[in-house]
């Protein structure tokens, strides 16, 4: 006897996202009607025994970029179809998780010129080997709650005691790269180091003014968000981090200026002698710019890809065009892809988009501590 209903509500659901997201494949990649039909009901008799379903490899390649292309807080997803995608499905324990990582981490690093790439892990519904990855990021700075305030960065605080908790210990610097947290199931976390060869980062100056003094301004040089759930089709895979490159703003304008966070504007305006005592004189924005160019300066210099805002947002402008010519709708959150410095001089600013759902598509999900 099967254990699984075949039709119960939860299956009939994953059975219709199936259907759905293998005619989008099927159409976006020429396969023929009949390999499709044959396709369709593999993957329903799957489903009808075990509530879901394994992609092949293809299926998974393109259902991953799909969700880069229907994520709505992206502005870079005029590349969606390039990104790099390791199937890890294999991985049977936290230290091959460990090293799929450190894989994924030298693969989009490319000694500087960076790779969009996702690694995808087991899905979700293989009893005991779903994993979640606990860290925001793969590559994170830790925040320490001093009595004189917070050390480091203010976001990762509450992740930084989970992992000091679990024994982790870091240098009490406001740059400490957090260590990997990795689950296996519902089992006990393990921590693992990034050995310093699988993390660059960048030490920043202007190339004019030296607006840091002493403080010792750096970031990394790969944002790899792994939080994330990848939904494709009905499968959903709790582990599946993703990268491309940064755009300057998110540095420059938000992780070391936003008050929230490392909050170097004060310190900036000061080290350009500017007048802070009334806001008239724009002295946050003249600090934001020069932050700003300084970002961007020395990750060109480092030769660390890393693309401007303006660039950013013509990129932008061509994929709408693209998709257009595609014959799809481009969704979007407008909030998210106006670039947080001079905004109206981007078209981004000038046009409203449309916040819908679509599926494959990269969601949030709850955080495990
Ligand atoms: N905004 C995040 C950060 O500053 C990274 C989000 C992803 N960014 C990207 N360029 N792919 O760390």
Redesign the pocket.
Known sequence: MKSIPACDAGTEAVRSEAASFLTRYAEETNLQEAALSARMQEAFAEIDVTGTYRHTYEELRHGARMAWRNANR?I?RLFWNRMHVFDEREAETEEDVYHALLRHLAFATNAGEIRPAITLLPQEGRAGRTFRIWNH?LLRYAGYERPEGVVGDPSSVRFTRVCERLGWQGSGSPFDLLPLVIQRGDGRPRLFEIPSSHALEVPLSHPDNDIFGSFPAKWYAV?V?SDMVLEIGGVRYTAAPF?????GT??GA??LADEGRYNLLPLVAANLGLDTSSNITLWKDRALVELNAAVLHSYRRAGVTIVDHHTAAQQFSVFERNEEKAGRDVTGRWSWLVPPLSPATTPVFHRSYEDRIVSPQFLHQETPY
């Open positions: 992206c870079g990021q944002p968000i990268n491309g490159w940064y755009m998110e540095i938000r992780n």
